[in-house]
């Protein structure tokens, strides 16, 4: 019972931290923010750039 107890205390705890951590991100703020220009330019330029030199696989594959 005291187990339960101390569990629900710290996932209380972790539920206030993270809902004040939200609190303070920025309603405007854009995680990925719109490519500029030309999308079809931007579509080919972009796979061309991130295909060279690539190996493939995840980053930490190498």
């Known amino acids: 019972m005291l187990r339960l107890l101390l569990l ?3 996932g209380v705890a ?3 931290i993270g809902s004040e951590f ?3 991100i920025p309603s ?6 719109a490519p500029a220009g030309n999308p079809e330019q931007s ?3 972009g796979q061309r750039q991130s295909n060279s ?8 594959d190498r």
């Open 8 to 10: 629900g205390l710290i």
């Open 14 to 16: 972790a539920y206030r």
């Open 22 to 24: 939200l609190r303070t």
């Open 28 to 33: 405007d703020f854009e995680p990925v923010p």
């Open 43 to 45: 579509r080919t330029t």
């Open 53 to 60: 030199g690539s190996r493939g696989g995840h980053v930490g």
